[in-house]
């Protein structure tokens, strides 16, 4: 099962929106905190999730293409 921000957390001892915080905008954190969540996030193989992500920003990064004939060889 992939690990959450949430697990990062609670290993951590902090809240999730610290965990947050300091992947997204580390200059807000105080740096042994930012170590600390950086560490137990490398520890336990934190990684994380760009769906989840595009739902809480409503931004995804994927752009969408639309083409007239797709056996025309110059869309292939």
């Known amino acids: 099962m992939a690990v959450s921000a949430r697990d990062v957390a609670r290993v ?16 807000d954190l105080a740096p042994e905190t930012l170590a600390k969540v950086l560490e137990t996030a490398r520890m336990l193989g934190y990684r994380p999730n760009p769906a989840a992500r ?23």
């Open 12 to 27: 951590a001892g902090v809240s999730v929106s610290t965990v947050s915080r300091a992947l997204s905008r580390p200059d």
């Open 54 to 76: 595009g739902l809480t920003t409503g931004r995804t990064g994927t752009i969408g293409l639309i083409v007239p004939d797709l056996e025309n060889p110059f869309f292939s």
